[in-house]
T-cell receptor, first 115, second 114 residues
Framework: DTAVSQTPKYLVTQMGNDKSIKCEQN?????MYWYKQDSKKFLKIMFS???????INETVPNRFSPKSPDKAHLNLHINSLELGDSAVYFC??????????????FGEGSWLTVV | GDSVTQMEGPVTLSEEAFLTINCTYT??????LFWYVQYPGEGLQLLLK?????DKGSNKGFEATYRKETTSFHLEKGSVQVSDSAVYFC?????????????FGQGTTLQVKP
């Protein structure tokens, strides 16, 4: 059984479109994250939610809006897509905001290509 | 702010060679340290972790020791296999323990040739 699952895995879309990436975790974790991996494979956190409350927002453009309907889901909606949004987006989850070394588990990634 | 620095890649080795990937960090507080691995076309998998100084994390023949005095967490494996070819990421968690976010190094690509 997949612990952290994201859909879609691959997404090709045109500039200016609006798209969403969905994420679900079945680990019973209370904290979920979105990370972005750029073309040079550099990984950086975008958002984190703890029990549906926004904890981290790392200066991400307003076009990116996370939504957490419950603590098992964290979706990422992107408006007015730009070429620079092309990246791999990873969803992740953990217990207790990952404190004290609690492991953060990642999904398999969503490869977004904006053309 | 907190940061992680890894050795530049790619690292190219022959099968059964000894592997070391260097990782050093800068952090306030007491971070936990992690190695994640990304196989081609796949997501991130936790390889090993250490939560306090002198802890050794180990998994699948890989190991790394949390060295506070040298602020390092070097990854080692005694005998690599072709299947170990991947990108390896060193990471630390927020040392203050308040946010839990991971700060990653830039990744090191390992290529193992038969």
């Amino acid at each position: 059984d997949t612990a952290v699952s994201q859909t879609p895995k691959y997404l090709v879309t045109q500039m200016g479109n609006d798209k969403s990436i969905k994420c679900e975790q079945n680990l019973g974790h209370d904290t979920m994250y979105w990370y972005k991996q750029d073309s040079k494979k550099f990984l950086k956190i975008m958002f984190s939610y703890n029990n549906k409350e926004l904890i981290i927002n790392e200066t991400v453009p307003n076009r990116f809006s996370p939504k957490s309907p419950d603590k098992a889901h964290l979706n990422l909606h992107i408006n007015s897509l730009e070429l620079g949004d092309s990246a791999v987006y990873f969803c992740a989850s953990s217990y207790g905001q990952g404190v004290f070394g609690n492991t953060i588990y990642f999904g398999e990634g969503s490869w977004l290509t904006v053309v | 702010g907190d940061s992680v620095t890894q050795m530049e890649g790619p690292v190219t080795l022959s099968e059964e060679a000894f592997l070391t990937i260097n990782c050093t960090y800068t952090a306030t507080g007491y971070p936990s340290l992690f190695w994640y691995v990304q196989y081609p076309g796949e997501g991130l998998q936790l390889l090993l972790k250490a939560t306090k100084a002198d802890d050794k994390g180990s998994n699948k023949g890989f190991e790394a020791t949390y060295r506070k005095e040298t602020t390092s967490f070097h990854l080692e494996k005694g005998s690599v296999q072709v299947s170990d070819s991947a990108v390896y990421f060193c990471a630390l968690s927020d040392g203050s323990g308040n946010t839990g976010k991971l700060i990653f190094g830039q990744g090191t690509t390992l290529q193992v040739k038969p």
